[in-house]
């Protein structure tokens, strides 16, 4: 299934979201705000999928799905950006990334904390790669809820096909500890590249190994 989805017309907004508003809404430093002003042009609310735009009742994780498009100045934007749009609107978005006539779509899976229900858990960011703006989209899935609507979008974006009898939480879960190793593996080459004792190569060398192995199984399940 594609990521990239036809969003009803009477969902569409196309409001323009002034990025000084994002930086009021997350307290933005100034290193975060000079990103923002060189990676990213425009932010636009560009549909608002709720019960009364596209007929679909909301869940409490679930009351609203927005949908935001990011039009870049280059090629390569931060998750930086996406986390601090993301914290600054309080439902579950998901990004289409347009530059230079390419479109990307973006989403980490965002559900309210259980510690804090006024505050929201993201996860790691989820991305296709680009495609032609003029690409042909698909309909959007058919569910019961928003929050259904949500856990299908979400899916077409995870880059791991399912093992046997995995559900949607299990493989979400799975591809996190795989982009967890797969920091841990990228940490460790970096530190090969650095040290000179021919033990502590030995040693990190080992642990390299080993986490290349964890990465292979979590990768391709049995």
Do not use: C
């Amino acid at each position: 299934m594609s990521a990239l989805f036809r969003y009803p017309d009477q969902a569409r907004l196309k409001r323009i979201v002034p990025k000084s508003r994002v930086y009021e809404a997350v307290g933005a430093s100034t290193a975060l705000k000079e990103r923002f002003v060189r990676e990213l042009d425009q932010i636009t609310w560009a549909y608002k999928l709720a019960p009364e735009t596209i007929n679909l009742p909301a869940t409490k994780q679930v009351p609203e799905l927005q949908v935001f498009l990011l039009t870049l100045k280059a090629p390569q934007l931060h998750d930086d950006i996406l986390r601090a749009v993301d914290r600054a609107i309080p439902f579950p978005l998901v990004f289409e990334l347009s530059y230079e006539g390419q479109i990307q779509v973006a989403a980490a899976r965002k559900r309210p904390s259980e510690a804090d229900s006024s505050k929201w858990v993201l996860g790691d960011y989820l991305r296709t790669g680009w495609f032609p703006e003029e690409s042909e989209r698909t309909t959007l899935p058919v569910s019961l809820n928003l929050g259904g609507l949500y856990e299908q979008i979400l899916t077409a974006l995870i880059p791991i096909a399912p093992a046997k009898n995995e559900d949607f939480e299990a493989r979400l879960a799975r591809l996190e500890v795989m982009q967890a190793k797969e920091r841990e593996i990228n940490q460790l080459k970096s530190k090969l590249k650095r040290e000179t004792q021919f033990n502590i190569k030995m040693t990190l060398h080992g642990e390299l190994q080993e986490a290349q192995a964890a990465y292979d199984y979590l990768k391709k399940p049995e």
